[in-house]
Structures are given as structure tokens and as C-alpha cells.
């Protein structure tokens, strides 16, 4: 059967910024991030909370390696726009293997890269296809799954970021963008947006022209990076006092 045939497959443009199927999505992931770590901790024995966050992250990885299979089967495939080397993707992948078992050090990093991250992913999603269609289904697997994943991990295995924490990350960041950055001009792609801005609406939008959202990229983001600490900051104090 061909591809085309499946409803899978079924090219659409039924996504709109905070449509119906947008908000749905927020919603289902909020919903999820909270429910299934609360039930977890209340509900769930250690080894079961172990082998739900294993299924979340195979899962997430799973869906990435699908993604590219099914733009090789389409005959779509484009070494420029469809390698897993955005920070989500790259992410994702690694999951099974960086947090099979729950780490704190690994926790500590992949927290604000997730969190700060794949909000913006999640709120100005670059984005055509709408819900069946299987980049749709990968799109919010991948980042609703890693929002669910860092907020399900922080509050069942009682994993803490702090101020070292964020610092690393961020230097770590830096590391990548920088690697991303050669394969960029090694490929004639632009993965991450460090070569040029998304064609849909985004954050970069109001950072101001190449090169200087870049730079800007940068502010904002340690600013994500506080906001993500904040919750444990404000906890840390309620305790003392």
C-alpha cells in the first residue's frame, strides 16, 4: 500500500497557532505532566515508577527514529531540515540511554534544556500538519513527552536543580549550539535556527535580524533558565522560613 493511501500519510495544513488542536495539546500536556507524576508518587512502587519513566523515554526515541524512517519511505527525506540534531530531538534519542536509571547529575542538565527549551517549542510550534498526520503525532510526542518526562522524573525521584546546575547546563548549551553551529555550515542547513529564523511565527521574531537574535537567544534563555529554577528557589525559602 502506498504511503499516500494511509491516513497517516495524508499531507494536511489543519494546524493553526493556538487553534483547536493547539490548545487541545497544551492542555493534554499539562494535564499529564501533573496527573501522571502525582499518581506516580502516591501510587506507583519504585520499580514501577523506574519502568513508566524507561517506557516515556524508549517511547520519545522511538518516535524521532520513526519520524526519519517515514520521510525515507515517503521519498521526502532531506539531510538539511530532517536529522535529529535540534536540541529536542537530540534529546529525546538520548533519554534511553542518559536516564535509564534516574540520575541527578544528568537530571540537573537536561531539566533547563527541557523545561526552558521546549516551551517555546510547545507555544509557537514550527508547524504545518495537523493532527492525524504522523509528523503531527511525532512533533508533540517529542516535546509535550519531554515536558511530561522532566516534571515526572523531578517530582517522583525527588531530582532538585540548583544554581550549579543551571550554570553547567548552560555551559553545556553553549558546547552544542557551538557543534550545531559547523554542522550548519557543513550541510547548508540551518537545524536550531542558528543560520536564520523559522518561517512561522516565533520568539526569534521579536529578537531583532541575523545575527543579532542569536545573541539575544542567548539572554533569553538564561532568563528561561531562572524561571525554571524559580519553583525550587521559592521552595528551598518557604522551608527555612
Excluded at 72 to 95: H, Q, R, S
Aim: positive net charge; contains cysteine.
Amino acid at each position: 500500500m502506498p504511503p499516500s493511501d494511509l491516513l497517516l500519510f495524508q499531507p494536511n495544513t489543519d494546524f493553526q497557532l493556538f487553534g483547536k488542536q493547539h490548545l487541545a495539546v497544551i492542555a493534554i500536556i499539562l494535564v499529564l505532566a501533573i496527573g501522571l507524576s502525582l499518581f506516580a508518587k502516591q501510587k506507583m512502587t519504585e520499580a514501577q515508577q523506574i519502568r513508566l519513566a524507561r517506557i516515556m523515554a524508549v517511547t520519545m526515541a522511538v518516535a524521532v527514529v520513526t519520524w526519519v524512517l517515514f520521510r525515507m519511505w515517503e521519498g521526502l527525506f532531506d539531510y538539511k531540515t530532517d536529522l535529529p540534531f535540534d536540541v529536542c530531538n537530540i534529546v529525546a534519542l538520548a533519554l534511553p540511554w542518559l536516564m535509564w536509571t534516574p540520575s541527578h547529575r544528568v537530571h540537573e542538565v537536561l531539566y533547563f534544556w527541557i523545561i526552558a527549551g521546549t516551551t517555546q517549542a510547545i507555544l509557537t510550534p514550527h508547524l504545518f500538519e495537523g493532527f492525524p498526520h504522523y509528523t503531527f503525532i511525532k512533533y508533540w510526542l517529542v516535546h509535550g513527552g519531554l515536558v511530561v518526562f522532566a516534571v515526572y522524573v523531578t517530582v517522583v525521584f525527588g531530582l532538585r536543580p540548583s544554581w550549579k546546575s543551571l550554570w553547567r547546563s548552560f555551559l553545556l548549551l553553549q558546547l552544542y549550539v557551538v557543534a550545531l553551529f559547523c554542522i550548519n555550515l557543513l550541510l547548508g542547513s540551518n537545524y536550531a535556527y542558528l543560520m536564520r529564523k523559522p518561517p512561522t511565527a516565533s520568539a526569534f521574531d521579536y529578537l531583532g535580524d541575523y545575527p543579532w537574535y542569536l545573541l539575544a537567544s542567548e539572554g533569553v534563555a538564561i532568563v528561561f533558565f531562572i524561571l525554571a529554577l524559580l519553583p525550587f528557589l521559592l521552595g528551598s525559602r518557604n522551608r527555612v522560613l
